[in-house]
């Protein structure tokens, strides 16, 4: 695990993804694996919200949902070229956003989650009941491929794989500046305290907003290039079992850093495809798997290891820098107050 973190591990990271069709058997592992990118991005989003700023939200599928019926019905309904419509799907689920995260963000906890399941669930109805708009449970048909960029064109599966993976990239680079910045450390601070963070002089409601906002910028984005990548939506893409699935990726992976979702997003849909064989029986031992491990590793992999690495090093430095101990003094409890 050890060798994921850091500038090296993330090099390794980009070099298998870069040399992935490579070696892939059919190009059904690419779109696979293009797919679990795509996935991967929105889960990037909602471990922001979740993971770093402690707000579960429950509609981020449905945002992720807006975002693709961007796409859909600017390029089917109203011939916007693909790319200005791709830039608008993260807009239109950050506007969104917007309503959204001033009405919810006032509640806390389990409450929130509450609010945001009926709003997912009201996205969905509208996406399913305003065929005039989405076209119903019809869907939308024929979503024109990504257009070329520099004579590339995207209408092959390697070079679709190549376009999401750019993104991919793009999106952990971006992510990875923001949690490293000021502004991740107090959406952190928000998450370990409302009370405390509001007593060093945090605006709570304005951070939270601009976490959630962040968030479904993210989502939108992913549900552009779903539309653009699969060329075909129905209400299906808002259902929330979509943002259980990003939760199951999350947990896996660990909550709260960065490496852990996008391991989990990438892991887990192969898992998966491996089980496929068990045809309706492969939940029952899918199912198992997930509660010992949220049992035994309730921080997720790398959560895990992070943690373990830590508690390590603490009891490393602590012979150095502890004083020397009196006879009224115990050892283990100087080096408790270290760690």
């Known amino acids: 695990m050890k060798h994921l973190l850091g500038t090296p591990g993330w090099l390794l990271l980009l070099a298998l993804g870069l040399a992935f069709p490579l070696i892939a058997r059919n190009d059904y592992h690419l779109t696979v694996m293009s797919t679990a990118y795509i996935f991967a991005i929105a889960t990037l989003g909602l471990n922001l919200i979740t993971g770093y700023t402690g707000q579960f939200n429950l509609a981020h599928s449905g945002f992720m949902a807006v975002g693709a019926y961007t796409v859909g019905i600017l390029t089917v309904d109203h011939q916007v070229p693909f790319w200005i419509a791709f830039a608008l799907s993260g807009v239109a689920a950050a506007l969104l956003g917007v309503f959204v995260g001033i009405v919810s963000l006032r509640l806390k906890g389990h409450y929130f989650s509450i609010f945001t399941l009926c709003v997912g669930y009201i996205m969905f109805l509208v996406i399913e009941k305003w065929e005039s708009l989405t076209h119903g449970t019809v869907g939308i048909i024929g979503i024109p491929a990504p257009t070329p960029i520099l004579g590339i064109a995207f209408d092959t599966p390697r070079n679709l794989y190549y376009l999401v993976f750019f993104f991919l990239v793009l999106g952990v680079w971006v992510m990875h500046r923001i949690v490293r910045s000021l502004l991740g450390r107090t959406f952190v601070a928000i998450r370990n305290g409302d009370d405390l963070a509001e007593a060093i002089g945090i605006d709570l409601m ?25 060329r075909f939506l129905g209400p299906g893409v808002a259902s929330v079992e979509h943002t259980f699935d990003m939760t199951m990726y999350m947990l896996v992976g660990g909550l709260g850093t960065l490496l852990g979702p996008l391991l989990g997003a990438l892991s887990v849909p192969w898992l998966t495809q491996y089980l496929q064989f068990l045809q309706e029986y492969r939940f029952i031992v899918f199912g198992p798997i997930l509660i010992l491990l949220v049992i035994f590793l309730p921080h997720g992999l790398v959560g895990t290891w992070l943690g373990w690495r830590a508690r390590r090093e603490a009891l490393a430095l602590t012979p150095a820098t502890a004083p020397a101990p009196s006879p009224t003094v115990a050892t283990p409890a100087t080096g408790s107050s270290h760690a």
């Open 206 to 230: 304005r951070n939270k907003l601009l976490a959630f906002l962040l968030s479904v910028f993210y989502a939108g984005l992913a549900g552009g290039l779903y539309a653009g990548f699969v």
